[in-house]
């Protein structure tokens, strides 16, 4: 069910989790990693409709490997 919040329309983190075939915890990691925009109410978390949208359009990409450290002297970090 979409809420109207300061005039944009939002769904729930449990709504996004179902739209995005995942669990809610995921969808707060993606709001943490600023992937989604929400509103956090004392109801819960509330996604935008639109950055949901715009995720999903995206589609989620593969995560980054952190980047080596200078000073690496290892040989398989996958990096050299």
Known sequence: ???????????????????????????LMLL??????????????????ASLDSYEEAGETAPQQPACRTACTATRCGCH
């Open 32 to 49: 943490k990693q600023k992937a989604l925009q929400g509103t956090l109410s004392d109801q819960g978390w509330f996604i935008t409709k």
């Open 1 to 27: 069910m979409t809420e109207i919040i300061d005039g944009i329309a939002h769904v729930t983190a449990a709504e996004a989790a179902i739209e995005l075939s995942t669990t809610e915890t995921r969808v």
